[in-house]
């Protein structure tokens, strides 16, 4: 009976990392995403005086799609209320392209840079997180 029991501790020890890891390469994904479509958004606008191209009205619904597929992803490890800062600035951010407003455009890329940021110190598997 006492083998059993320390098997059965070494398999639960063993799911809580598998679990850890698990949700580093999900939480990792999903940021990584994000940062990489500001910086292709970033380049595309850059030098820009009209923000209403094709272009940048594809690149910025990818990011919108790709994102709300990973935030039901992430919904599973973190409260939905903690990250829902990125959706309504996405949704910001596609109202100030259809108006032009460069200015707001760039902050809520900005903002969603920093909330990617913000989010990777939060959601990740750290000892701080644990304790």
Not at 21 to 41: G, K, L, P, Q, Y
Not at 78 to 107: C, P, T, W
Request: with cysteine.
């Amino acid at each position: 009976m006492r083998v059993m029991s320390k098997i059965m501790l070494v398999v639960i020890f063993l799911s809580l990392i598998g679990i850890c890891v698990a949700e580093e390469i999900v939480t990792s994904n999903a940021i990584r995403s994000i940062n990489d479509d500001c910086f292709i958004i970033e380049q595309t606008i850059e030098g820009l005086d009209d923000i209403r191209t094709s272009q940048l009205v594809n690149l910025v619904d990818n990011m919108e799609y790709d994102w709300l597929k990973d935030e039901s992803n992430l919904c599973y490890l973190v409260n939905h209320k903690s990250i829902q800062e990125i959706g309504m600035e996405l949704a910001r951010m596609k109202n100030y392209l259809g108006e032009n407003d460069i200015k707001e455009f760039k902050a809520s890329l900005e903002a969603i840079k920093y909330y990617a940021d913000s989010y990777l110190h939060f959601m990740g598997a750290n000892l701080h997180n644990v304790l």
